[in-house]
């Protein structure tokens, strides 16, 4: 297949608006997150700091009082521009709170799933090359384990051992990486480990099935019986073809590593975006809690759009379907 | 966690085969695979403790004695105790209930919802199929605990806005695998000539399409309740799941936080049943997967008969 600008550029296109259309549907559902809460939500953020003032102030600063089709198109005409409202608690941009969260959220989930991957890629083609054998048993069974360890606990149970236990690690707090890289490094390790061990052992599946599934194609059945070495078989033939799906998983999975990461945060008190949902939800701060949803969901379809784009690129046999 | 993203094809329309043909009963392959038998044996005794929990639990869940706190596992409290006195084993057991409760309502819910949506999508195609499953995407977008916590802060927190919660982020998962199985059989010659025979389309989803698409929606059952363990846990610990005093796995583990130096007992054992639960579901589902995916099955026949 040559790759034709015209068939590229039309692939792009329909990606970017389906892309979109799922953009405009979240936007939906996190506008509608305040319009659900039962009773008046300033009055319930408020609670016992209660006044009629404090309330009118509020309740005017979120725009509440207004008809809601105009809300619902301020809202999004304010969140393409980067404007999530103002906290409820703190009176701050929702915006300038969530940044300063990101960077933690992000390196702990970007190590937490360079650590899946690391587990997820050497085990899972090594199982599919020993299918059936005790190799391969061990890995599923290993793996089963890993999907079914609640990914709070297995913090608690790292905390218990190597932080309270053996005093090896912090069990909590965050530096961050411009500050001391080193310091960062000690911080980072119990809870990347806690996400990456998860997401690994769901990833491990996939490079397996992928990789069975290249291995019993025809050509590579082609390049065993011409003599080649079975190293050269496994990296050259059957490697670089079963990577490319186990790309899109890894930007799927991007979604369950950030449910984690929601939950790691609070055991290893880490102060990015969960642990800002948490305090968020405790606190009834609406706007905080729709703009880091909003955020999320955000970060997660913008991932998927580039491993999509990615992808057709490097695999034209998408390109067709 | 759990996979969230359902494999796209499962083509199951050669389940219908009658068992004449020389076919294994998919109870007998299930039988004849020892993990699954022994996961089944696991979910029955967890079953059976958590219906008779309040005759087995020794002591009350809630039965308070500053004077034994924090005590380490003994032939009196098998658990140890935690820091008010409460025994751990007997506040466990009685958590199973609950998780387990809260577990098949959601999934119920996300079933009874999800497979008709799927299954109307897939087999109406077109603009109906397009604006549900775009909707499905939109979902698909929020990862499931941070879309639970959402719909948590909106109602309060309790059992039953837990069993929402893990109901409606569940649901999309359910259309999805019900989807991708109708898209499957309805190009099925029977299907193909029972419309041609001017049957009313409700009949054809319900006597052609269903039976036929029953395979990866149980298996999708057993995995989801997995996660549905899973999700109640987590949101019982981040204190949004079941509400203190009533004791929840997630719940205990959450307060196992402050002595965790103390005792061991208290994040070890509740983490424990959790893992073992959960373990015994998704190992369930795979061997469910084994038997009622064609693919699969057919390995697994040619292994008994080998």
């Known amino acids: 297949m040559q790759l034709s600008p015209k068939a590229v550029a039309r692939f792009l296109g329909t990606r970017l608006l389906h892309s979109a259309i799922v953009l405009l549907g979240v936007m939906i559902v996190v506008f509608a997150l305040i319009q659900l809460v ?62 300063e969260r990101l960077p933690a959220t992000l390196s702990l989930a970007g190590v937490g799933l360079l650590i899946g991957l690391l587990i997820a890629v050497p085990a899972g083609i090594w199982a599919a090359l020993r299918e059936g054998r005790i190799a ?186 | 966690m759990t996979d969230p993203t359902p494999t796209p094809e499962n083509p199951t329309a050669t389940d219908v085969e009658p068992e004449a043909d020389g076919r294994v009963a998919a109870w007998k392959l299930l039988a004849g695979n020892p993990v699954t038998l022994f996961s089944v044996i696991v979910l029955v005794i967890i079953l059976v403790v958590a219906l008779l929990a309040p005759w087995l639990a020794p002591y009350g869940v809630n039965q308070t004695d500053v004077t034994r706190a924090l005590q380490s596992p003994s032939a009196e409290h098998w658990m140890g105790t935690d820091d008010l006195g409460r025994d751990i084993f007997s506040r466990i057991i009685v958590a199973s209930g609950t998780s387990l409760q809260i577990a098949l309502v959601s999934v119920i819910f996300a079933f009874v919802i999800g497979v ?9 195609g077109g603009i109906t199929d397009t604006v549900l499953m775009r909707c499905v995407d939109v979902m698909f977008a929020f990862p499931v605990l941070l879309l639970a916590l959402a719909i948590v802060a909106i109602l309060s927190p309790g059992q039953l806005t ?46 052609h399409i269903l039976p036929n698409i029953t395979g990866p929606v149980v298996v999708q059952t057993s995995l989801s309740l997995a996660f549905a363990i899973l999700s109640e846990a987590a949101l019982s610990f981040l204190g949004l799941g079941i509400q203190p005093p009533n004791p929840s796995w997630g719940g205990m583990l959450f307060d196992a936080q402050g002595f965790m130096s103390q005792a061991w007992w208290m994040s070890v054992f509740p983490g424990a049943a959790i893992f073992v639960t959960v373990l015994a579901f998704n190992l369930l589902g795979d061997g469910l997967r084994d038997v009622l995916d064609p693919k699969q099955r057919t390995l697994a026949e040619a292994r008994r008969k080998a």
Do not use: C
């Open chain 1, 136 to 321: 391969d048993g061990i890995v599923r069974i290993t793996s089963q384990f890993g999907v079914s360890i609640p990914d709070f606990w297995m913090g608690m149970l790292l905390i218990l051992v190597f932080a309270t236990g053996l005093g090896w690690l912090p069990s909590s707090g965050y530096i961050p990486f411009s500050e001391s890289p080193g310091g960062w490094l000690r911080q980072v390790t119990l809870p990347a480990v806690t996400v990456g061990t998860v997401a690994g052992a769901i990833l491990t599946r996939y490079v397996r099935a992928a990789t069975l599934d290249v291995a019993n194609m025809g050509y590579v059945r082609t390049a065993k019986s011409k003599g080649l070495a079975p190293s050269t078989v496994t990296i050259r033939h059957i490697m670089r073809n079963a990577l490319v799906p186990v790309l899109t998983i890894a930007g799927i999975q991007l979604a369950t590593i950030l449910s984690g990461v929601i939950v790691v945060e609070v055991v290893f008190a880490w102060p990015g975006l969960g642990r800002l949902v948490f305090d968020s939800v405790a606190s009834r701060d609406y706007p905080m809690i729709q703009g880091a949803v909003l955020l999320i969901a955000v970060m997660f379809l913008l991932v998927n759009l580039i491993v999509d784009v990615l992808y057709a690129l490097v695999d034209p046999r998408i390109r067709l379907a």
């Open chain 1, 38 to 99: 039962p009773g008046d939500p300033v009055r319930l953020a408020l609670g016992t700091r209660y006044t009629q003032e404090s309330y009118d102030a509020l309740r005017a600063a979120s725009g509440l009082d207004r008809p809601l089709w105009e809300q619902f198109f301020t809202y999004i005409g304010s969140a393409v521009t980067g404007d999530l409202g103002v906290s409820f608690r703190s009176g701050q941009p929702v915006t300038a709170l969530l940044l």
């Open chain 2, 162 to 207: 837990t069993m929402i919660a893990i109901g409606v982020v569940f649901t999309p998962i359910f259309a999805r695998v019900a989807r991708a199985s109708t898209l499957s059989v309805r190009v099925e010659p029977f299907v193909q000539v029972s419309k041609t025979m001017g049957t009313p389309g409700w009949w054809i989803l319900l006597r």
């Open chain 2, 116 to 124: 008709p949506i799927g299954i109307i999508s897939g087999y109406l």
